[in-house]
């Protein structure tokens, strides 16, 4: 069974940064490309950031790009989020996703398997 847990979520204020976790198991980590999702408020869920299986090919939403970067150790099964410069704008539950393929992608329907989320609030 795939599980995917998000940790690393919190407060924090404008300005700020933060590193979200997710630990993966049930699945060989190193062949899925991986993603970072949010849903805000009132929000459809959007794709945030995505890497291919090796890591090395990435890709970024614009409202994130330049303040966050997405990476993954292949060998901690870990995927990881680093976010800077946070803008209460970017308060939102954040999902961490996999999907049945190497190649990363953007949109919700093409991920298999989701975390719970984890709580990101950023205050101004």
């Known amino acids: 069974q795939v599980q995917l847990v998000e940790s690393g979520g919190g407060l924090v204020q404008a300005g700020g940064s933060l590193r979200l976790s997710c630990a993966a198991s049930?699945?060989?980590?190193?062949?899925?490309?991986m993603g970072w999702f949010r849903r805000a408020p009132g929000k459809e869920r959007e794709f945030v950031a995505g890497?291919?299986?090796?890591?090395?090919?990435?890709y970024y939403g614009d409202s994130v790009k330049g303040r966050f970067t997405i990476s993954r150790d292949n060998v901690k099964n870990a995927l990881y989020l680093h976010m800077n410069s946070l803008k209460p704008e970017d308060t939102a539950v954040y999902y961490c996703?996999?999907?049945?393929?190497?190649?990363?992608?953007?949109?919700?329907?093409?991920?298999?398997?989701w975390g719970q989320g984890t709580q990101v609030t950023v205050s101004s």
């Open positions: 996703a996999a999907r049945n393929g190497m190649i990363l992608r953007t949109t919700e329907r093409e991920y298999d398997y």
């Open positions: 049930g699945l060989t980590f190193s062949s899925a490309a």
């Open positions: 890497l291919n299986r090796g890591g090395a090919s990435t």
